[in-house]
């Protein structure tokens, strides 16, 4: 462990980043929702869970899970010997509480997945932070999360996902995404579809508890669910844009269309197979609040409200300053101001954690100019 990097400080964690191993200080929210959402589970199941962390790193996650939530059991892995080695030397320099049983192994995940599966061992809470594509770790991923357990994953391609590469997009997830002004949520949607349509190979479906978009990544927790009549269909389909009126709507995966219901152009793009369905679970949203608020996360508390806003909105949203652009607008109405002229017309609408300065609604995207028009 020569040659260190200055001592950090994470929530409670305290650790040491040796000069050849990789830390991310921007992916501290994803580990404060990381917590959160371990600690909103543990409230649900009533008592302390069973944690693996298959790509630990230097340990930061794990650490801040066995002090900062309701933790039985947990293992720390990662396939660098490097990694491994930092991780025994930053447990030592924080006082986990007695009760947890910590684990540290230093296999590849695929393997180690394989090996706990044949000894029948489970985990409530998974945690997959994979660099790149998560695609090619979901099935050995699955194989060690507990039926009614949780997975959270994250994405790092975002260029694919967003629509920007669309060939790695068809390669790991089988779909078309689109760099629309809100591609963001394209490939969020696109990535929760693929993780679906994977588990449903053997029977198994997923239900999303939220995701969060931090730009350079996605961070998604997801509930596994055994059998195959339970599988979501309806909620696997597609999201269409109109390239002349611009309106979008989604529609499930047998329907066909060729006009936009709108303007009635032929001119139409599609994204998908996607996830169509709500993206969040609103009674775990409203706990992890409660959560945040008595941790004092005031970022992740602003966040969540946004997610919990959203959940029971459309597919897709439109971005104020592209609608202040296509409208010719002097002055761009604030975005709550449209939002509330929009729920008095009887449309939804909502803002979205994805992107603040836009909206999510169910509005034609002609009725959402008007009524910036009237409000400028």
């Not at 447990?91 to 000894?119: D, F, G, I, M």
Request: with cysteine; net charge neutral.
């Amino acid at each position: 462990m020569s040659e260190e990097r200055e001592r950090l400080q994470e929530g409670q964690a305290r650790f040491i980043v040796p000069q050849k191993l990789f830390f991310n200080p921007r992916a501290r929210l994803a580990r404060d929702f990381g917590v959160l959402g371990l600690r909103t589970e543990a409230n649900l199941q009533e008592r302390r869970l069973s944690v693996i962390d298959l790509m630990a790193g230097v340990g930061t996650r794990g650490i801040r899970y066995a002090l900062e939530a309701p933790v039985e059991r947990i293992v720390l892995n990662d396939a660098n010997p490097e990694a491994a080695e930092a991780i025994r030397c930053n447990l030592s320099q924080n006082a986990l509480p007695a009760e947890v049983q910590v684990e540290v192994t230093c296999e590849q995940a695929h393997r180690l997945c394989y090996a706990l599966r044949l000894r029948d061992e489970g985990f409530d809470w998974v945690d997959l932070d994979a660099f790149g594509s998560p695609a090619v770790f979901w099935h050995a991923a699955s194989l060690v999360v507990r039926w009614g357990g949780v997975l959270y994953f994250t994405a790092t391609d975002m260029a694919a996902l967003c629509g920007k590469l669309r060939d790695p997009a068809v390669r790991h997830y089988g779909a078309v995404t689109r760099p629309w002004e809100c591609g963001d949520e394209v490939g969020a949607r696109v990535l929760f579809g693929a993780l679906q349509q994977s588990a449903g190979e053997r029977g198994l479906y997923y239900e999303p508890l939220f995701v969060l978009d931090e730009g350079y990544a996605m961070r998604m927790a997801v509930r596994l669910h055994y059998g195959s009549s339970g599988f979501p269909v309806s909620q696997m389909g597609w999201l269409i844009k109109c390239m002349d009126c611009f309106s979008q709507k989604s529609v499930p995966l047998h329907v066909t269309v060729s006009k936009c219901r709108v303007c009635g152009s032929e001119d139409v793009q599609w994204a998908g197979p996607l996830w169509i369905g709500s993206l969040y679970n609103t009674e775990f949203l409203h706990l992890m609040s409660v959560e945040a608020r008595q941790a004092g996360h005031q970022t992740a508390l602003r966040l969540l409200r946004l997610m919990v806003d959203e959940a029971d909105s459309p597919a897709g949203y439109y971005a104020a300053p592209e609608l202040g652009k296509r409208t010719h607008l002097k002055r761009l109405p604030p975005v709550d101001a449209l939002i509330q002229r929009l729920r008095l017309e009887g449309y939804l609408a909502s803002r979205t954690h994805f992107e603040t300065a836009s909206l999510k609604t169910n509005a034609p995207y002609p009725v959402l100019q008007q009524i910036a028009e009237q409000l400028q």
